[in-house]
């Protein structure tokens, strides 16, 4: 008890202290400090249990809130729902649940089918299940295993990190699930790695493109069903993917008949400015499409699996036989207070122009990142897209060696005490994040993005 908190304020910090399990966060420091605790956010900022006021440049720490903090109209729209009906399992439908599907399903041409659930990782389990049954109905069983990427994240159940590409993440629980396979990245700052350091720009995109085809030939066609991406890689260091390689990477999956799965859980929802999802900006015709977090901002959970008339169709071929549907339930997948938020949550994004000021402000973001490059050597590649955006920080622009992890948690904690929340994630070498993210909710002003830079 250090006696300088409300009272009321440190029952609930000591309550925390002594009883919550925080997300990947170690404890021991807590023995002798506080755990930040969040109590409020209006607009871009949240205040902790000291009063103190940050700008959130990264949407409630993880990409989420892209809407922005203290919205009434969701909550009216969520408390109103729930007043009406609360819940009902999703064997049958509900009134937000096929409206905000009709509304999503307009905004992602070629898609047709929306699979409600609860968070990324499950969404990203379902589209896996269907894959595998679809290597069941069609192929006997054998085309049944399913390609991730090196650096790539799908979450954190035991079959999402089974497709997880960040070593550091999977450390010590394995041993994971069987049946899926580990593509290399295409990270074209690290391109060495790849054995690529020769090739550049769309060169460079179609051969990283192509090294996924070696792991299929490797593997073999005839086994692969499935290939899992992130449009841009999020938490694995911000990639943006070069040209020439998501067309080349379509033309593989055509070739070996591999269905596309595009993870959206982060880039989802206007969160890479002017088009509602990632893969819209790069001619993709995904037949899944996952997403999570901004779907409702954070307002209410929600997560959904999008897939295509085709695959849905694959669900129905013989009604006599019991066991020819998707075979999958999620009790609070479709809870309607998702659904609910998510239609408020979409309909400010469109009445506030935030597809256009993602664009925008990301531009101005990269500018000013572009242009701390040029002034600090220790920032050796900024990238991303809207607002989506890492600098990554190394010891030396020539060898390219990541900072280490205590100058790393410096900078973090540095904006922290001058009011800002940024993120660090990494990019390679297991315990080391060298990688500042920057993602602030889509209603952010000029002021705020030169405030963070
Ligand atoms: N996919 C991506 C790209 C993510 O970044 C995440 C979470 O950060 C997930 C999936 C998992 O989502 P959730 O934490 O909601 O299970």
Redesign the pocket.
Known sequence: MDGTLDNDIRAVVDADRAHVWHHLTQHKPFETGDPRIIIEGKGMRVWDQNGKEYLDAVSGG??TVNVGYGRAQIADAVRDQLMKLCYFAQSAGSIPGSIFAQKLIEKMPGMSRVYYT???????EKAFKMIRQIAHKKYGGTKHKILYRDR??????LA?MSAGGQDERNMQYGPFAPGFVRVPHCLEYRKEELGLGHLSGREFGIAAANLIEEVILREGPDTIGGLCL?PV???GGVITPPEGYWERVQEICKQYNILLHI?????GIGRTGSQWFGYQHYGIKPDFV?M??GVASGYAAI?ICVTTEEVFEMFKSDPSDKLDHFRDISTFGGCVAGPAAALENMKIIEDEGLLENCTAMGARLMGNLRALMEKHAVIGDVRGIGLFQGAELVKDRTTKEPVDEKDMAAVVAACGAAGLIIGASNRSIPGRNNVLCFSPALIVTADDIDFIT
């Not at 790539?152 to 159940?157: A, C, E, I, L, V």
């Not at 993870?263 to 880039?267: F, G, N, W």
């Open positions: 993880v990409w609860n968070s990324g990782s499950e969404a990203n790539d994240y799908h979450g954190g159940t999402a992130e890689t999020a938490g993870d959206e859980v982060v880039c996952t999570a977090k997560a």
